[in-house]
């Protein structure tokens, strides 16, 4: 079988995994501690990139997909065995959480999510009213399919390979609120937040209190760590942030406490410290800062996960390896690193080059 042949950074793959699953390189390096290679994942691994879940989406709305739990397995466990990653990412979407909550969810063709108000879609979220309306979650009452993809998953997945639930931070899962949608400025969230702070934290203490059910009952199905998405969390200044975001992902952060979390943003390097400071073991940076800078900036006692501009895996493989190179040269061995990209893997990628990455970077030595 081609994974007993595979030699890489003297190890086969076998080899690499043949630890308790507490012990394996990628929880280790959560905790900071040493890892004899490299732990890699990354962003979006289960998706349209990969021909076997195009097979699978031709026959089955994306929806649908995220609520069979037999098939959320299949999609989990086929990217991670597909591309050999140090940990796998459950196949589900940061947006499910918002239709129990009241919010009507579609993901159209070409345009992405859509979220409107109400079970039929009046508009997206306004006022006080509509605010107000919305319902607190009982996770395993209206989201059973998520934990029953995780325990399936879990019996599919090989045992040392750690497995990530997740959960959208508050302002990101607002902003697809308030935006109805995708957005490029997030102009209707700031005018929503500067409007009525009263009203703005209102909604985001619904979600706060909303996601750490979820993200606990997450991890009582059997999740290993956890990631929280602060995407779009970069359209803020500095001082936008430190008023209307900190306090809410501090409260969400600090009350996951049984596994490691994962606290990811994107064009955050304008108070890095501040973000990291909200909480998480390990700090998710994106490709606009170096590592070696968020590393002074995020302190010895976190770990850190980042960061190659998904856009190089559209190059070439020489391409690829010298930035590789250059960012593992960044982490220079230090404990506490895990590869990942700055942000999620684009649709358009060719997955051989996935694979060679996750290679490279099981290979390097310095
Ligand atoms: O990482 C993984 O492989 C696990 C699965 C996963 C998905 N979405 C599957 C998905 C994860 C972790 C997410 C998180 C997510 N969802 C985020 C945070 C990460 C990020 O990229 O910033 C966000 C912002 C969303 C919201 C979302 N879901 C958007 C904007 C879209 C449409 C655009 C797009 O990227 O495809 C989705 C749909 C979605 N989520 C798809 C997948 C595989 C594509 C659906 C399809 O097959 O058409």
Not at 107 to 114: A, H, L, Q, R, T
Not at 189 to 204: S, V
Not at 331 to 353: D, S
Request: proline share 5%; charged share 25%; with cysteine.
């Amino acid at each position: 079988m081609q994974n007993e042949i595979q030699e890489n950074n003297g190890m086969n793959v076998r080899a690499r995994h043949a630890v308790p699953l507490s012990d394996s390189a990628f929880l280790k390096a959560c905790r900071c501690e040493k890892t004899p290679f490299v732990p890699v994942w990354l962003m979006r691994q289960a998706g349209r990139y990969m021909k076997d879940y195009r097979d699978l989406r031709d026959k089955n709305s994306f929806l649908s997909l995220c609520k069979n739990p037999s098939l959320v397995a299949e999609i989990t466990v086929t990217a991670q065995e597909k591309i050999k990653a140090d940990a796998a990412i459950l196949f589900s979407d940061i947006l499910l959480i918002l239709e129990p909550m009241g919010m009507k969810l579609e993901y159209v063709k070409g345009d992405g999510p859509s979220l409107l108000v109400g079970a039929h879609g009046r508009a997206p979220l306004r006022s006080s009213a509509d605010v107000d309306g919305l319902k607190n979650v009982d996770p395993v009452k209206s989201l059973p399919f998520v934990f029953e993809g995780i325990k399936q998953t879990r019996q599919r997945l090989y045992s040392a390979i750690p497995l990530l639930g997740f959960a959208g931070a508050p302002f990101t899962l607002a902003s697809y609120m308030i935006e109805g949608g995708s957005s490029k400025d997030f102009s209707l969230t700031r005018k929503f937040m500067h409007e009525d702070r009263g009203r703005w934290n209102i909604l985001l203490k619904k979600l706060v209190q909303s996601t750490i059910s979820y993200l606990n009952a997450q991890v009582d199905a059997g999740v290993d760590a956890v990631q929280v998405f602060d995407s779009w969390v970069g359209a803020l200044s500095p001082e936008e942030y430190r008023d209307f975001v900190y306090p809410h992902s501090k409260e969400l952060l600090e009350s996951i406490k049984r596994v490691p979390v994962i606290h990811f943003g994107t064009k955050n390097s304008n108070f890095l410290e501040m973000f990291s400071e909200a909480g998480g073991q390990v700090i998710g940076v994106d490709h606009r800062v170096s590592l070696a800078d968020a590393w002074k900036r995020i302190g010895p006692s976190k770990a850190i996960q980042g960061n190659l501009d998904p856009e190089i895996l559209l190059t070439d493989l020489a391409t690829i390896k010298k930035e590789v190179r250059r960012i593992l040269k960044e982490a220079a061995n230090r404990p506490g690193y895990i590869f990942n990209l700055g942000h999620g893997v684009l649709p358009q990628t060719p997955v051989e080059n996935v694979i060679a990455l996750v290679e490279m970077v099981h290979e390097y030595t310095p």
